[in-house]
């Protein structure tokens, strides 16, 4: 009964997973009028739209390779088909870009991966070794892009006010002790004992790239935001890199689709010195539609293609 139970759950979890993309696009859609995005739009030079357009391109590449280290990781521990670098990618980018309009990041992104991974006859424990991978990899960009600013550059980091840089320094530090922390386990030892549970580590190299690849998401994401800002005196990348850590992370962590709400509150308050509400207002709008909304209609395209093939390459297998 069990068997027959599992053997069905896929194609409900595919069929979930579509219900979820077309109500969070709906939902993300429906409170972005189209005169918005055109205002925000005719606001921005067109210089900083093409470099913005091309930062995407750059941001999206990034997304497709997020599961590589989880997926070399499974490899060692389990057999299965080998995976080209297309199915990788297609797992990657839609976990990654429909997280964003599915809400509850780190159960959405699962959820695609598991449906995918599954059809790609990837086993269990080694589904659980890259959503694992791939699900810490955010914390562990966020906490050295951060630490990293605190240490070299705490001036640059408007949100916590004005505390003492010495005090930001070694939270700095802290914060990238944690990386490095990890990736010295990672390469001494093969597990770690946490509450009696064993944790499989993937040795230094990969747990190094999930770090760079984390941090060129982050840095290539908040690149897309400063392209289509305003230019105001004082509001540097690195200041703006800042309030895009907190302002994204509040979001991821609130569960909420896209962080709606969270997000943008966080980056109109710390905006709020250098540029008018209006304004930043519109490039945070323009962000959104680059950022969210495109990889997430693209990503859900994909899936969407991707179930109606399995479906029709399954239904002609049975015939």
Do not use: N
Not at 37 to 45: F, Q
Not at 173 to 201: D, Q, T
Not at 247 to 268: R, W
Request: glycine share 12%; with cysteine.
């Amino acid at each position: 009964m069990q068997k027959r139970l599992l053997k069905f759950l896929p194609p409900v979890l595919g069929v979930l997973v579509l219900g979820g993309i077309a109500i969070g696009l709906h939902g993300a859609l429906r409170k972005i009028g189209l005169s918005d995005i055109l205002g925000a739009l005719a606001a921005t030079p067109r210089a900083r739209i093409l470099q913005a357009t091309l930062l995407l391109g750059l941001s999206m590449c990034v997304m497709s390779g997020y599961d590589l280290p989880g997926v070399l990781f499974a490899r060692r521990c389990e057999k299965f088909p080998r995976l080209g670098l297309r199915r990788v990618g297609l797992a990657s980018f839609c976990a990654y870009a429909l997280s964003h309009v599915l809400g509850a990041p780190a159960l959405s992104s699962a959820a695609i991966r598991l449906r995918l991974y599954a059809q790609w006859l990837v086993p269990p424990s080694g589904i659980a070794r890259i959503v694992a991978l791939s699900g810490s990899s955010f914390s562990l960009g966020l906490a050295t892009l951060l630490g990293g600013l605190l240490m070299f550059a705490p001036l640059s980091v408007p949100v916590f006010g004005d505390a003492a840089p010495e005090l930001l320094r070694l939270g700095g530090a802290l914060l990238a002790g944690l990386a490095v922390g990890y990736v010295l386990a990672a390469r001494r030892r093969e597990a770690l004992e946490i509450f009696g549970r064993r944790i499989p580590l993937p040795g230094a190299r990969l747990a190094a790239a999930q770090i760079l690849i984390s941090c060129a998401d982050i840095a290539t994401a908040c690149g897309i935001l400063y392209a289509v800002l305003p230019a105001a005196p004082g509001l540097t990348y690195l200041h703006v890199l800042s309030l895009y850590i907190a302002a994204f992370a509040s979001g991821v962590f609130s569960g909420l689709p896209g962080g709606v709400g969270v997000f943008d509150s966080v980056l109109l308050l710390g905006l709020s010195d250098y540029l008018p509400p209006a304004a930043a207002l519109g490039a945070i709008l323009l962000f959104r539609v680059m950022y969210f909304l495109i990889p997430a209609s693209l990503a859900g395209i994909l899936y969407a293609g991707h179930e109606l093939w399995t479906h029709t390459q399954g239904q002609g297998g049975k015939e």
